[in-house]
């Protein structure tokens, strides 16, 4: 391709406008065009709120507009789309049809029957597609890829994370509107989130598949919330606890929690191999692994058996995947893609299947038949009214 990529976006909530930042620097390297940006609600495309993320934006240059069609007839490339995981309503099948090369937000539905209709039209319009799954590009996480590769049979991986359900950040989308929760924060609703482990957990768990590949089994137990102690529509389960097993024998073990007047959260994120762990922190990567003589005369000190791996926060990760998409794009290599829609579809079924699982009472899903027997078809399926009309 000659001449910069021309993109459009769809949905500038937090996530989209996360992007736009990003988009908005690649234009000023000459890699982009921004086309259009588009929303739901004509208050997200005020020009002084998004000059906050792309500063030099000239709104009689760009197509600012509430109408998805609007949006589609307009002479682009690609399309990033970043609205709630429920409310959509055919765009990536109908961009992927046009010919547009796709960034789907993560979760890409809360429907496995609506995810598999959008990567069966990516895949047959043969445009190029990324889910959102930027901590793949944090430099933390690449180094125990890298690591893992250098012959290491992966044993285990063990999330915890403890968040207040206060600490869910306040969504652009005006949720009330929609039959949604009035304070807008739609990641704390069921319906609108798919609960925490869809809504939050995935990006953990598609790490995991970064380095273990896929999930083939799947079994979970959650702590409801009663309605009586649900406050403003926040009706997510109490506390969550996941068994991932993956098919090339490694296992991952979840568990999180959204308590209120808690206010404070915790983490721990620890990857095991045959012989070595690593403790992946905020601010580095540590490994704990005896590279000496087997067995040593005497156990050896703390500081032998511990090294840094990686130091830092693990760089603009949000940029980093938008740089790789639009390089991909523009060169026609779609191996700079560290997540395809396809691929991802492994996670978005694998966390589903936490939910199912617990639905039934704790019972092992197996991942593939989840996405393909009857006799889970009504699992997959998505409720005959759509939570409403978002105007896209």
């Known amino acids: 391709m000659t001449g910069p990529v021309r993109v459009a ?55 600012r507009t509430t109408d998805f069609d609007e949006l589609l007839a307009q002479e682009q490339d690609a399309l990033y789309i970043c609205i709630p995981p429920n409310l959509h309503q055919g765009q990536v099948v109908r961009a992927g049809r046009a010919g547009l090369h796709l960034f789907v937000e993560k979760p890409m539905s809360l429907f496995l029957d609506e995810a598999l209709e959008m990567e069966a039209a990516i895949r047959e319009a043969g445009v190029l597609s990324t889910a959102g799954f930027q901590q793949r590009f944090d430099g933390r996480y690449e180094a125990i890829h890298t690591l893992l590769l250098q012959g290491r049979r992966p044993l285990m991986a063990c999330y915890t994370f403890h968040g207040a359900l206060e600490g869910h950040n306040v969504k652009h989308h005006q949720t009330e509107v929609h039959g949604g929760p009035r304070n807008r924060v739609w990641t704390a609703n069921r319906a609108w989130s798919g609960m925490t482990v869809v809504e939050g957990g995935i990006h953990p768990l598609d790490l995991w598949r970064y380095w273990f590949g896929d999930v083939a089994w799947v079994q979970a137990h959650y702590q409801h919330r009663p309605p009586a102690e649900v406050f403003d529509d926040a009706d997510n389960p109490y506390a969550y606890s996941v068994l ?76 980093a995947i938008n740089q790789a998409f639009i390089q991909a794009i523009a060169e026609n290599r779609p191996e700079l893609i560290r997540s395809p829609f396809r691929d991802a579809m492994n996670s978005l079924a694998a966390v589903i299947a936490a939910n199912v699982s617990d639905e039934l009472g704790g019972k092992r899903v197996d991942v593939q038949q989840l996405l393909t027997a009857e006799s889970y078809a009504c699992f997959r399926q998505k409720p005959q009214q759509p939570v409403a009309n978002t105007g896209h």
């Open 244 to 319: 991932f097993g993956f098919a090339g024998g490694a296992i991952g073990s979840m568990t999180l929690s959204r308590l209120r007047k808690v206010y404070t959260s915790y983490a721990d994120h620890q990857v095991l191999w045959t012989d070595g762990r690593a403790i992946l922190g905020s601010e580095d990567v540590t490994v704990y692994h005896y590279d000496g003589p087997y067995p040593p005369p005497q156990p050896p000190l703390d500081e032998s058996v511990s090294r840094v791996l990686y130091r830092g926060r693990g760089g603009d990760d949000t940029f």
């Open 9 to 63: 976006l769809l949905g500038l909530g937090q996530r989209g406008l996360q992007h736009l930042r990003a988009l908005w620097t690649l234009q000023e390297q000459g890699a982009v065009r921004l086309t259009a940006l588009a929303d739901a609600f004509a208050s997200n495309l005020d020009a002084d709120k998004l000059r906050q993320y792309a500063p030099d934006l000239r709104p009689e240059e760009i197509l």
